[in-house]
C-alpha cells in the first residue's frame, strides 16, 4: 500500500478484486489497475527490458554494414530445434489398482493430443520467447470457427508481455500468483463471435486511446508488430485486445442462500450452498441418511478460480464467473531457461550475447571492406608518365583487361596502391571471429545441447554413458526447467481429458480396442467413476462429479517427461534394472518394468498372456489339422532330430560380453539366417 498516494488523496484501488456485485464500471477500472501493474512489473525485469531489440538482434535487422551477415540466427533455431525435439508430453502412471487400466487409456490420449493439437508448434516459440526472458504454454480445451465449432484441446504459445502476474510468490511460480491476466491480440471478427453482447463497443486497436488506457501497452503494441504481425499492414485495423484475468478468489458464500454458478447443466456449472446450509447425503457404507453444516470449503464461490474477461474499448467485463476448469489452477505453464532466484522472469539470453554478435557482425564487415579495398586500393601514379590523368581515371584495375597504355619508365612504379601496409587481413582478425563466435555458442550452451542431441541419438548404443557424461550444467539446467514444464501441462490435462472429452470421441481417438469396458462405469459417455471406492454399487454416489473425478485424476501421477531421460539418477537407474533383466535377477517384472518406464505393464501383461494363448490354440489347431490330413492321405511322420538344435542345447551359449548386435550366420553352409549376438 502506498501511503504517499493515499495522504496525496489520488485514486487507489485496493489490491483485492471486487465483489460480483459491484458495478462494471468499478470492475473495469479495478481491471484496468491490475493490467498496468502487471505491465509495469514486466516492462522492470533485467529480462523482458530489452525484447524487442533482441527480437530485432535475432532476425538481423539491426545491422547498417556493408555485409549483412546473421550466422547467429542459425545458433538460435539449433538451440530451439535440439530442445523441441520430442515424441509426446509426458505419462502417466497409477498405484491405485481400480484405476490402473485406465493410465494406458490415458496415456493414448496424451499421445493423440501431442500430434492432434500441433504441440511442438506452441513449444517451439514458447521456447524462443523463453530465449528472450520467459515463454509460457497455455493449455486449454477450445472450439474452433470463432466458439461454433469443434472442441479440442489447444496450446498458445504466449510471450513475456503477455502475461502478467500479480503478487508472484518468492519461489517466482507464475501459477502461484493471485491473480494472472493473459493478454490475447484477437481477431475483431472472432471476439464478435465470442461476445455478440458487446459487438457495438468492441473497437479495433487502432482506435484505442493509449493516453487515457495505459501508456505502457504501447511497448506490447510494439512487441507485436515484431512478434506476431511482422510486416502486415495495418494489422491493428483489424484485430483488438482481450484480456483474460485468472483471480484466486477465496469468497465464501455467506448470503444465506445457494449461488448458481456458472452454465446450469455444463462441465462448469456447479450450485455453492451458504454457510451453515444443511448438506445431506447418504452413508455409503451403511445406505442411512447423514447431515452436516457446510463448511468453508464447502461455500467457496470460485473453487475453479474466477475469470474476468476485459476489453479496453467496453465499459464493464464482458464476462464474469467461475473459470472453465476443474483444476482450478491458473492456466498457463512457464518455460525458462536462463532462470535466477533474484530475477522472477530470468534474464535473456539473446541479451547476454547481443555485444558479441553486433561485435562479430561489425568485424566480418570490416573483414570484408578491407579485403575489397584491397582488390580495388586507391592509387597513385606518376603525373610524368605522359599519360593524361582523364585517362588514368578511367581505368579501372579490376576490368581493364586488354586495356593498352603507353607510360615512360617502369609501369609498375607508375601506378602503385597508396593503401597503408596496416589495412590487411590477417590470422589474428580470423582467430577474433573464430572466438567471438565460440562466446556466443558457450554463452547459448550450444556445447551442452550438442551433447543432449547426442545423447538423444544414442540411449541404445555403448557411447551413451559418455554422452551422458558429457552433458553439462546448462544442458541439466534446461532438461529440468522441460521438466517441470512438462509435468504441469500433464497434470492440467489429467482434468482437461475427463471433463471435456466424451467417450464416443476417445473411440475416434484411440480406437474401439482401446476404450475397456472399465472406462464407461455407470455412464457411457463419461470418464469419471460413477462412485468412489467405499459406495455402495446400489445407490447414488453423494460426492459431486467434480469432486469424483477429482479424486479419479489425483491418481493419476505424472512419472516422466522426455526431459526426464538428461537425469542421470534416473538413467543410471535404468540401466541397473536392465542389467537385472538380462541376468535374470529375480526381481518382479512389474518392478522392472515400472523401473524402466513401461507403464501399464499390467494391461499390456493381460493383452500378452491372452495373445499367446489364442497363439497356442491356433498352433494346436494347426498340427491336429496336419496329423488328421497326414493320416487321411497315408503319410507318417518324420522322426525326431538325432541332436539337439540351437536353442534346445546345441550351439554355444551367449556370453553376454558385448551389447546386443544383429549378425548374419550359416554362409558357409547356405542356411543363412539373421541373429541377435551379445558374444565377442
Not at 298 to 306: E, F, K
Not at 625 to 648: C, I, S, V, Y
Request: charged share 25%.
Amino acid at each position: 500500500m502506498n501511503i504517499n498516494t493515499l495522504d496525496r488523496g489520488e485514486k487507489y484501488s485496493e489490491w483485492q478484486a471486487p465483489s460480483y456485485e459491484a458495478a462494471g464500471a468499478y470492475k473495469r477500472g479495478w481491471l484496468d489497475d491490475l493490467v498496468a501493474n502487471g505491465d509495469r512489473f514486466i516492462q522492470s525485469q533485467p529480462g523482458t527490458r530489452n525484447i524487442n531489440d533482441d527480437i530485432k538482434l535475432v532476425i538481423g535487422l539491426d545491422q547498417d554494414n556493408s555485409l549483412k551477415s546473421n550466422s547467429f540466427q542459425s545458433d538460435f533455431r539449433t538451440f530451439v530445434e535440439t530442445v523441441t525435439d520430442l515424441r509426446q508430453i509426458a505419462t502417466l502412471g497409477a498405484s491405485a489398482e481400480q484405476i490402473k487400466k485406465n493410465v494406458a487409456l490415458y496415456n493414448d490420449i496424451l499421445k493423440y493430443i501431442f500430434w492432434d493439437s500441433g504441440f511442438l508448434f506452441a513449444y517451439r516459440y514458447a521456447l524462443q520467447y523463453a530465449l528472450m526472458g520467459r515463454g509460457y504454454i497455455w493449455t486449454k480445451f477450445s472450439r474452433d470457427h470463432y466458439g461454433w465449432g469443434k472442441g479440442r484441446m489447444t496450446f498458445d504459445a504466449l510471450g513475456p508481455l503477455e502475461v502478467l502476474p500479480e503478487q508472484l510468490p518468492a519461489n517466482n511460480d507464475v501459477q502461484g500468483s493471485y491473480a494472472v491476466t493473459i493478454i490475447r491480440a484477437m481477431p475483431i471478427a472472432e471476439a464478435h463471435a465470442r461476445f455478440p453482447q458487446f459487438q457495438d463497443q468492441l473497437q479495433p486497436i487502432a482506435r484505442y486511446e493509449w493516453s487515457k488506457y495505459n501508456t505502457r501497452g504501447g511497448i506490447r503494441l510494439d512487441f507485436w508488430d515484431r512478434a506476431r504481425f511482422q510486416g502486415e499492414q495495418d494489422w491493428d485495423r483489424r484485430y483488438c485486445e482481450m484480456r483474460y484475468s485468472f483471480i484466486r478468489d477465496l469468497r465464501v458464500n455467506d448470503t444465506g442462500r445457494t449461488i448458481q454458478m456458472g452454465v446450469p447443466g455444463s462441465t462448469w456449472g456447479y450450485e455453492v450452498p451458504s454457510m451453515g446450509d444443511l448438506l445431506v447425503s447418504t452413508n455409503p457404507y451403511n445406505g442411512l441418511p447423514e447431515s452436516r453444516a457446510a463448511t468453508e470449503e464447502d461455500c467457496l464461490v470460485y473453487p475453479q478460480l474466477r475469470l474476468m474477461i476485459s476489453n479496453p474499448t467496453v465499459k464493464e467485463p464482458l464476462y464474469d464467473n467461475t473459470a472453465f476448469d476443474w483444476d482450478g489452477e491458473i492456466p498457463v505453464a512457464q518455460l525458462d531457461v536462463n532462470d535466477f532466484v533474484w530475477s522472477p522472469l530470468g534474464y535473456s539470453v539473446v541479451r547476454n550475447v547481443a555485444g558479441l554478435v553486433k561485435a562479430q557482425r561489425a568485424g566480418t564487415s570490416r573483414i570484408d571492406e578491407v579485403l575489397a579495398i584491397r582488390k580495388d586500393p586507391p592509387t597513385g601514379y606518376d603525373l610524368s608518365t605522359g599519360v593524361s590523368r582523364t585517362q588514368m581515371e578511367k581505368i579501372d584495375l579490376l576490368t581493364a583487361q586488354g586495356v593498352r597504355v603507353g607510360l615512360k619508365g617502369d609501369p609498375k612504379k607508375a601506378v602503385v596502391s597508396i593503401l597503408p601496409d596496416s589495412i590487411t587481413v590477417d590470422s589474428e582478425d580470423w582467430k577474433g571471429q573464430e572466438y567471438m563466435e565460440g562466446q556466443i555458442k558457450a554463452s547459448l550452451g550450444l556445447t551442452d545441447i550438442a551433447s543432449m542431441r547426442d545423447l538423444k541419438m544414442n540411449l541404445s548404443d555403448q557411447s551413451f554413458e559418455k554422452a551422458i557424461t558429457n552433458l553439462g550444467p546448462i544442458g541439466k539446467g534446461i532438461a529440468l526447467n522441460t521438466w517441470k514444464c512438462n509435468g504441469k501441462i500433464a497434470q492440467r490435462l489429467k482434468y482437461l481429458i475427463p471433463q471435456y472429452i466424451p467417450v464416443a470421441e476417445l473411440v475416434k481417438m484411440v480406437g474401439p480396442e482401446g476404450v475397456g469396458l472399465e472406462t464407461f462405469d455407470n455412464d457411457p459417455n463419461s470418464l469419471i467413476p460413477g462412485r468412489l471406492p467405499g459406495e455402495d454399487e446400489k445407490s447414488d454416489s453423494k460426492f459431486s462429479k467434480r469432486q469424483r473425478a477429482q479424486w479419479f485424476v489425483e491418481q493419476l501421477n505424472v512419472v516422466s517427461t522426455p526431459a526426464q531421460l538428461l537425469n542421470i539418477t534416473h538413467t543410471q537407474e535404468r540401466m541397473l534394472y536392465m542389467f537385472f533383466l538380462q541376468k535374470g535377477v529375480p526381481i518382479s517384472m512389474a518392478t522392472t518394468m515400472e523401473k524402466l518406464g513401461v507403464e501399464g505393464y499390467e494391461v499390456e501383461y493381460e493383452k500378452w498372456k491372452t495373445e499367446k494363448l489364442a497363439q497356442a490354440e491356433w498352433e494346436l489347431e494347426v498340427k491336429a489339422t496336419l496329423a488328421k490330413k497326414a493320416k487321411e492321405l497315408g503319410f507318417e511322420e518324420p522322426p525326431p532330430p538325432d541332436k539337439p538344435g540351437q536353442g534346445h542345447g546345441g550351439g554355444r551359449p551367449g556370453t553376454s560380453q558385448k551389447m546386443p548386435h544383429a549378425s548374419v550366420k550359416g554362409s558357409k553352409s547356405g542356411d543363412v539366417r539373421a541373429v541377435n549376438k551379445q558374444s565377442k
